[in-house]
């Protein structure tokens, strides 16, 4: 397994109290795999990926537990500057919003060149023409013309695929992508997504795919982990998800999704909001909107149930759902 995430717990003291944004989250990815991560806002999904790529900020956040292995080493107990050199040259992460995320007094070309520099002690000569070459294989067009522009001088989906080259800039063998398609319209979506999926196969990386939308991740997905509250509800291979959710929660979500076969009918939408993490509900957090609570999902917190060998669920009334 190139990483696993072992009940990492995170929590994030502040004035009003201690919010606990991660309970106990546990996954894998193997190299070539990948996982969707899917979730309301703020039910975990970026703070664990943060977690595990070093970037959290503390304070206020701070690691509780658990164990992040990647390569067999605990990347938790490394030192900093251990641990910076892992970031980048081992595993990388594209945010959701380019342009915040792109430095705008400097050029796209002296950005993607300073991985270079830092990491391979290049000249800044070789490491703008290695950005050039970066710029090319995410297909920018005019690479060479366009390496000395600035980000604001690129549209969304294209600051996106410079986003993705600085991320591939060092071959890492992880990439961690927030929301890659975040405010890019359904045709970008598509192109920077099947752009992601193929740089994928070429450099048989692995691939963290962090999402709130199930029909982004159809055809990329090879496992889906469903976030809710800071733990995983349900983990699954994505066409089991699809075909029968093992978790109400799940089901929400994909009802959620505008379907052409439901045209004129509302749209599904899950009842209630999200809980507050500095006051979780007792037992099921997710009993307060769902539509098969019973008193057990009021008091006794579900385990992840074994559904099949590769499936998971916890949710005390998993086989009801699953049946639809």
């Not at 900020?57 to 500057?81: A, I, N, S, Y």
């Not at 595993?91 to 792109?102: C, K, N, P, V």
């Not at 950005?111 to 297909?139: I, P, T």
Request: hydrophobic share 45%.
């Amino acid at each position: 397994m190139l990483l696993e995430v072992r009940d990492l717990q995170v929590e994030f003291r502040t004035r009003d109290g201690v919010a606990k944004a991660v309970n106990g989250v546990s996954y894998g990815v193997a190299a070539g795999e990948t996982l969707a991560v899917l979730g309301e806002s703020g039910s975990g999904k970026s703070v664990t990926a943060q977690a595990v790529m070093g970037i959290l900020d503390m304070p206020p956040g701070r690691v509780t537990g658990g164990e992040v292995l990647f390569q067999g080493r605990d990347l938790l107990k490394l030192k900093e500057d251990e641990r910076r050199r892992v970031r980048g040259a081992e595993m990388a992460m594209i945010f959701q919003d380019a342009l915040s995320s792109l430095n705008p007094v400097l050029t796209v070309g002296d950005q993607l060149g300073e991985m270079f520099v830092v990491h391979r002690g290049m000249s800044r000569k070789d490491a703008r023409a290695k950005a050039v070459e970066l710029m090319d294989r995410v297909r920018i067009p005019a690479a060479k013309e366009r390496v000395g522009q600035y980000p604001h001088q690129f549209s969304g989906g294209m600051r996106q695929r410079i986003m993705i080259a600085m991320a591939l800039a060092l071959e890492p063998a992880l990439i961690i992508a927030d929301e890659p398609t975040t405010a890019l319209d359904v045709t970008v979506q598509a192109q920077v997504m099947d752009l992601l999926a193929e740089l994928q196969r070429e450099y048989n990386m692995g691939l963290i795919l962090i999402t709130h939308d199930l029909g982004v991740v159809a055809d990329v997905a090879d496992r889906i982990a469903v976030m809710y509250a800071g733990r995983i509800v349900e983990s699954a291979p994505v066409h089991d998800i699809y075909k029968a959710p093992a978790h109400p929660y799940t089901r929400g979500l994909l009802d959620s999704i505008p379907r052409l076969d439901h045209k004129g009918r509302e749209l599904y939408a899950i009842k209630g909001l999200p809980p507050n993490l500095m006051d979780i509900p007792r037992g099921c957090a997710f009993h307060p909107r769902c539509p098969m609570a019973r008193d057990l999902c009021r008091t006794d917190a579900p385990a992840l149930y074994e559904v099949s060998e590769v499936r998971g669920s916890a949710c005390h009334f998993w086989r009801e759902c699953l049946n639809g």
